[in-house]
C-alpha cells in the first residue's frame, strides 16, 4: 500500500494549485481546471474499480465468466501499476494547463467552455473524431503493435494476462499509454479547439471511454445477444467482453477499440465472436463442480474488505489493517447488517491443484457473532445448507474453517454427519493436520510443554501424542474430570507424563509453551525469556514479550503446481492456507472415503502428516 500513496505523491504540485485557489477565492474553486483533473482522476479510477468488483464477484458473475480461470499472483505482481496511465494522462494534463501557451492563448477560452454544463455540438463533434479519427487510429495503431518487433518489445506484457479484468485494460508500456492518451484525447481535444467543448462533455467522454474499457476487460459477459437480434448493426458498433477476450487469447483478430466495424472493414473480424458471446451469456457451458470447498467465515469487518472482490492490493498480500480502508468501515458494517439479515453461503475464490477444483465459500456471519447463543442455530443452518448443496453438486471434500466446526457449535461437524448419514461428500475438520503441524514444530530436544486449552480437541490430541514420546506436558485446566478423562485415554506407561496445573506458575521455567487459550499480557509474564509461543488459538494472542517469539497460526504451503491462486487466505503469505484448509486439500487427494469430525484420531496424525508431504504440502 505504501508504494501505491507515495505514487499518488505526483499529484501535490495539482492539489497545491488547487489549495492555492481556495485560498485565493475564499471557496471551492468550481470553475478550476486543477480541481476538475483530480476529480476526474478518482472518479475514472472508481470506474475501473467498480467494474473490477463487479467481475470477481464470482457468486453474481461464475457462470457468464468468458474464460473461466482465475488470476494467479504473476499477473496480480504484474499489473499491479495498472492506474500508472491514470497518473500518465491526469499529468499530462496538468502540464498542459501549466505551459505558458495554453495559460496565454487558450486558457482564458478553456475558462469560458468550462462554465458550460452541457454543448451538444461539443458532443456531435467529438462523436465524429471518435468514429473517423479514434476508431482508426487505435485499429491500426494495435494492429501494428502485433507485429515484430514492436509486439515483442511493446506490446507482449499486456497479452501475458490471459484472464483479462478491468485492471488488465491500464496494464501497459508507456508507448501503449502515450497512444491511448492520443486516441482519448482527440475527441476533446477537436471540440475545444472549434469552441464547442463544455464540462459536461469531459466528465461524460472520458467516464464512457473507461466504462467501455473497463466494461469490455470484466471477463463477465453482459451484453444480452437479444440486443444484437432485434438490431443486427449494434454487433458492427459495440463489442462484448467476449469479443475482446477472444482478441486476448487468440491475438489474430479482433483489434478494434470498441467498434468491430473496423474489424470488418480490416478483414481481421473473428465471425465466431457473437456466436460464442450468446453461449457466453446464456449460460449453456457445462459448470463444472469443485471437487474441493474450503467453508470459511468473515473474522471481523476490517477483515471483510480483503476478499478477492474488493481491493486486489489487499487482497494478494497478507491481511493488515491498512489505515486507507478506514474510510471504508461504515460501508462494510452496513454489509455486515445486510449479509445478517439476507444472505446465504457465497463462493469467493477458487483455485486448480492437480486437475481438481478448489473453492472457498464463506458463510456471511462474522467472528463475534459465532459467540451469540441466540446466532448459534443459523449458522448451523448456513453450514448445513452448505453440505448439502455441496453434496447435491458432487463435491468430493468439505473442510470446515476455524468457528465453522467449533466443538460448542456442532461438535466438530458430527452434528450434520449424524443427521445425514447418507452423505457422499466428506465432512472434513482439518485438525488432524493443525495437530500434526502444530507437533512437527516442537523441538525434538523439548522435553516439557505448558498446554493451555488443553482439554479442547486439539489439545487432548496433541497432550496424548507427546506423552506418547515421553515428553511431559503440563496441562492447565481447571477441571480434574476432564483432566482425567484424558489422561485415562493415554496408554499406562505414558500417563504419568500428562500433569494437571491449575496456574500458570508451574510453567515459569518452562520455554514451550502450546497456546489453544487467549493469555493476556499479564499471563504471558510468566513464561521465562527465550520462550516460543506455538499457538492454535483463534484470534491468535498479541506478542508482549520482546524477549519471546511468537509463532502463527498452523499452516501449509500449497504445492508448486497450484494454478489460479492469486489471494492471500488472511494473514497467512501468499500460497499458504490454513492447516484446516490444507487438511481437507489431503483428504481430497488420497481420496479418502471416511468424514473426518468429532474427536481427533491420535494414531492418525502422523499418517495425515504423511500424506501432506507426500503431495507437496510443505510446512511454513
Known amino acids: 500500500m505504501v508504494d501505491i500513496l507515495v505514487q499518488y505523491l505526483l499529484y501535490g504540485p495539482v492539489v497545491w494549485k488547487v489549495a492555492e485557489e481556495w485560498m485565493q477565492q475564499g471557496s471551492p474553486p468550481l470553475g478550476s481546471w486543477w480541481l476538475h483533473l483530480l476529480i476526474l482522476f478518482a472518479v475514472r479510477g472508481l470506474t475501473y474499480q467498480f467494474w473490477f468488483s463487479y467481475g470477481n464477484m464470482l457468486f453474481f458473475t461464475r457462470r457468464r465468466r468468458v474464460v473461466p480461470d482465475s488470476v494467479d499472483f504473476h499477473q496480480v505482481d504484474a499489473e499491479w501499476d495498472w492506474d500508472n496511465f491514470l497518473l500518465l494522462q491526469t499529468l499530462i494534463g496538468a502540464t498542459l494547463l501549466g505551459s505558458p501557451v495554453v495559460v496565454q492563448q487558450l486558457l482564458p477560452s478553456l475558462k469560458q467552455q468550462l462554465l458550460c454544463v452541457w454543448d451538444p455540438r461539443g458532443w456531435a463533434i467529438a462523436l465524429l473524431l471518435h468514429v473517423f479519427v479514434s476508431e482508426p487510429l487505435f485499429y491500426w495503431a494495435h494492429r501494428a503493435l502485433h507485429r515484430a518487433p514492436l509486439f515483442s518489445n511493446y506490446h507482449s506484457a499486456h497479452h501475458f494476462s490471459s484472464v483479462t479484468t478491468p485492471l488488465t485494460a491500464g496494464f501497459g508500456t508507456p508507448l501503449e499509454n502515450l497512444l491511448l492518451t492520443l486516441v482519448m484525447g482527440a ?20 467516464l464512457m471511454f473507461d466504462y467501455l474499457r473497463s466494461m469490455g476487460y470484466s471477463n463477465v459477459e453482459v451484453i444480452s445477444p437479444r440486443v444484437f437480434e432485434a438490431f443486427p448493426p449494434l454487433r458492427y458498433l459495440l463489442y462484448t467482453p467476449t469479443y475482446l477476450s477472444m482478441h486476448h487469447r487468440e491475438k489474430d483478430s479482433n483489434f478494434c477499440l470498441f467498434m468491430p466495424l473496423f474489424d470488418l472493414l480490416g478483414g481481421t473480424l473473428n465471425h465466431k465472436s457473437w456466436e460464442v458471446q450468446k453461449e457466453v451469456y446464456l449460460g449453456k457451458k457445462e459448470e463444472r463442480a469443485p471437487d474441493f470447498v474450503f467453508l470459511a467465515h468473515v473474522v471481523d469487518i476490517m477483515a471483510s474488505m480483503h476478499v478477492p472482490f474488493v481491493l486486489r492490493s489487499c487482497s494478494s498480500t497478507p491481511f493488515a489493517n491498512h489505515f486507507i480502508l478506514l474510510p471504508f468501515w461504515p460501508v462494510a458494517f452496513g454489509f455486515m447488517l445486510l449479509m445478517w439479515c439476507c444472505s446465504k453461503t457465497f463462493l469467493v475464490s477458487f ?26 442455530k443459523g449458522i448451523n443452518e448456513q453450514i448445513e445448507l452448505a453440505i448439502l448443496r455441496a453434496d447435491r453438486m458432487g463435491v468430493k471434500v468439505l473442510s470446515l474453517a476455524a468457528l465453522n466446526k467449533n466443538e460448542a457449535l456442532n461438535g466438530g461437524g458430527t452434528l450434520f454427519v449424524n443427521k445425514h448419514p447418507d452423505l457422499r461428500v466428506r465432512v472434513v475438520h482439518g485438525n488432524t493436520l493443525t495437530a500434526a503441524v502444530i507437533l512437527n514444530e516442537i523441538p525434538s530436544n523439548v522435553k516439557d510443554v505448558f498446554l493451555t486449552g488443553a482439554t479442547s480437541k486439539l489439545g487432548r490430541a496433541i497432550a496424548l501424542y507427546l506423552c506418547r ?46 497456546v489453544g487459550k487467549w493469555l493476556s499480557p499479564r499471563e504471558q509474564r510468566w513464561a521465562p525469556p527465550g520462550t516460543h509461543f506455538h499457538q492454535f488459538v483463534v484470534p491468535p494472542i498479541i506478542g508482549f514479550r520482546r524477549d519471546c517469539t511468537y509463532g502463527k497460526l498452523a499452516a501449509m504451503r500449497l504445492p508448486k503446481d497450484v494454478q489460479g491462486l492469486g489471494y492471500c487466505e488472511y494473514t497467512m503469505e501468499r500460497g499458504v492456507v490454513h492447516a484446516c484448509h490444507a487438511g481437507g486439500v489431503v483428504h481430497c487427494l488420497e481420496g479418502w472415503d471416511h468424514h473426518e469430525v468429532g474427536a481427533i484420531d491420535v494414531d492418525r496424525i502422523d499418517v495425515v502428516w504423511k500424506a501432506a508431504l507426500k503431495h507437496g504440502l510443505t510446512p511454513v
Not at 471540440?191 to 464547442?196: D, R, V
Not at 496408554?491 to 515459569?508: R, S
Request: glycine letters at 8%.
Open 187 to 206: 475527441p476533446l481535444a477537436g471540440a475545444f479547439l472549434m469552441g464547442a467543448g463544455s464540462v459536461g462533455l469531459v466528465y461524460g467522454h472520458a
Open 351 to 376: 483455485y486448480c491443484l492437480r486437475g481438481n477444483l478448489h473453492q472457498m465459500w464463506t458463510v456471511p456471519r462474522y467472528g463475534f457473532q459465532y459467540f451469540i447463543p441466540a446466532a448459534k
Open 469 to 514: 514420546k515421553k515428553i511431559r506436558v503440563l496441562m492447565l485446566t481447571m477441571s480434574s474430570e476432564r483432566f482425567l478423562k484424558i489422561q485415562r485415554e493415554a496408554p499406562a506407561e505414558f500417563q504419568q507424563y500428562l500433569v494437571q496445573v491449575t496456574k500458570y506458575q508451574p510453567a515459569q521455567n518452562c520455554k514451550t509453551w502450546l
